[in-house]
T-cell receptor
């Protein structure tokens, strides 16, 4: 299976704290993407990092990519209760497929 | 919101019956995907399409078939539903396959096989 894995599986923090979640994958990629899913809803794209990029920022999001370790991390700074959701990484390989990881459930307490 | 509609949104069916889920898009995107989501497994790719009549298997394709006779519609069929196919099914679309583009998701179909 090409499916990646994320850790932690679940994360609970207080508002204002930073949240970091990690994604590991198995084979070479064109890009890696992060998505968010609110309970019972479809996934929403957050950010895309290409295989030749090492870091990318979007608002309170910071994504890093280490292709030598086949891993990525998503950092959400100054978290808010509204950030409570599940977060998934997805890898775009040299095919037409987009393969998702197992996800991290983030709970942010007010 | 990207123009993706999944139907039905909820369905309960009996073991052994055929079931077809529909994904309809108004974006004219070339790529369409079917995923299933189960606790502990995240999203797993069932089948995908890279054009009209062009489809390929994903990670968990056994027991499923797909068809795409028009750009806007991608159908997922369970020929003979089993309890292990109880899941939430998501359709996604992408403008291209390998040119660093994001996917847009439908709202999901909750299927229960009893």
């Amino acid at each position: 299976s090409q499916q990646g894995e994320e850790d932690p599986q679940a994360l609970s923090i207080q508002e204002g704290e930073n949240a970091t979640m990690n994604c590991s994958y198995k084979t070479s990629i064109n890009n890696l993407q992060w998505y968010r899913q609110n309970s019972g809803r479809g996934l929403v794209h957050l950010i895309l990092i290409r295989s030749n990029e090492r870091e990318k920022h979007s608002g309170r999001l910071r994504v890093t990519l280490d292709t030598s370790k086949k891993s990525s991390s998503l950092l959400i700074t100054a978290s808010r209760a509204a950030d409570t959701a599940s977060y998934f990484c997805a890898t775009d390989h040299n095919t037409d497929k987009l393969i998702f990881g197992t996800g991290t459930r983030l709970q942010v307490f007010p | 919101d990207a123009g993706i509609t999944q139907s039905p949104r909820h369905k309960v069916t009996e073991t052994g019956t055929p079931v077809t889920l529909r994904c309809h898009q108004t974006e004219n995107h070339r790529y369409m995907y079917w995923y299933r989501q189960d606790p502990g497994h995240g999203l797993r790719l069932i089948h995908y399409s890279y054009g009209v009549k062009d489809t390929d298997k994903g990670e968990v394709s056994d027991g499923y078939s797909v068809s795409r006779s028009k750009t806007e519609d991608f159908l997922l069929t369970l020929e003979s539903a089993t309890s292990s196919q109880t899941s939430v099914y998501f359709c996604a679309i992408r403008k291209t396959g390998t040119e660093n583009t994001e996917a847009f998701f439908g709202q999901g179909t909750r299927l229960t096989v009893v």
